[in-house]
C-alpha cells in the first residue's frame, strides 16, 4: 500500500476511535429515557422558589404535555435526596392561578396542582402519592393498587419527622387564588419517616426507586395535564412510571 494511503488509513481509523470515545462518554452523562438521576445533598430549608445553591446540583427534567391540544405552557422538575428525605422542585409557566384555595386533604387534583407518585418496592403495589397547589395545601396519600382498586390513605400521626416541609410561590403576581401571574413552583421534602413501613427506604447510592410527576392546569376553562412518563387512563398506572436513580 502506497504510503499516502497507508497513513489516510490510520487517520481514518484514528478519528473513528475519539468519535467512538466522545459518544461514549456522552452517552455516560446522559441518563436513559424514563430515568432521572438523584444525587445527594445535605438537608436545607425549602423557599418555593428553588434558590437554594443545592439546586445547581442538578438538572431540570420536563414534564411534556400529555396530549396536542391544551395550554402550553412548559413544565419541569428536579429531585435531590438526603440522609433524612427527598426533596422535589417543580416549576412552571402559567397565567392564572386557577384555585379556589381547597384546604389541605381535599380534592386538589380538580384545580391547578403538581403531583408526584412515588413507587419505592416494586414487589408491592403500594405507593405514595403528592400532590401540591400553587397556595401551598397538599394531599399526601399512600396508594394500595390491588388489581387495579384504588384507594388512598391519609397520614396517622403527621407531624414531628413525619411532616412533611413545602413551599410555593409565583412569578409576575400574587401568590393568591386566581392571581394573574407568568408561573409559579413548588418545594418539597418528604422525609423518610413519613414513607414507613414501605420497603427500599431510605435509599442509598445504586437504589431505584420508580416515580411519575404530573401536573394539572386549568386556565381559560381548559383541563390540561402533563406527565413525565406517557399514561393511557389515569395517573394510578403504576407500571408505567419511570426509575429514580440514586447516585
Known sequence: MA?????????????????????????????PAGVARVRPTEDF????????????????????????AGLPY???????????GLYVLFDGVDKTLTTTGRKDFENL????????????DERHPVYFEYEISPLGYELPILVPNIDGTIMGWLPWHYDGPRKI???TSATGGKKESQAAVTGWSAEIFIPYELLQPLKNVPPKPGTKWRANFYRMDYDDGKHTMWTWQPIEINFHEYKKFGTLVFE
Open 3 to 31: 504510503p499516502f494511503k497507508s497513513q489516510a488509513l490510520a487517520f481514518f481509523l484514528a478519528l473513528l476511535s475519539v468519535r467512538a470515545v466522545e459518544g461514549e462518554n456522552i452517552e455516560k452523562d446522559k441518563a
Open 45 to 68: 430549608e425549602v423557599t418555593g422558589d428553588g434558590k437554594h445553591d443545592a439546586w445547581k446540583k442538578t438538572d431540570w427534567v420536563a414534564i411534556p404535555r400529555k396530549t396536542k
Open 74 to 84: 412548559e413544565t419541569r422538575f428536579k429531585v435531590l435526596y438526603s440522609p433524612k
Open 109 to 120: 387534583w380538580e384545580e391547578d396542582v403538581f403531583e408526584v407518585f412515588l413507587w419505592t
Open 165 to 167: 416541609r413545602k413551599a
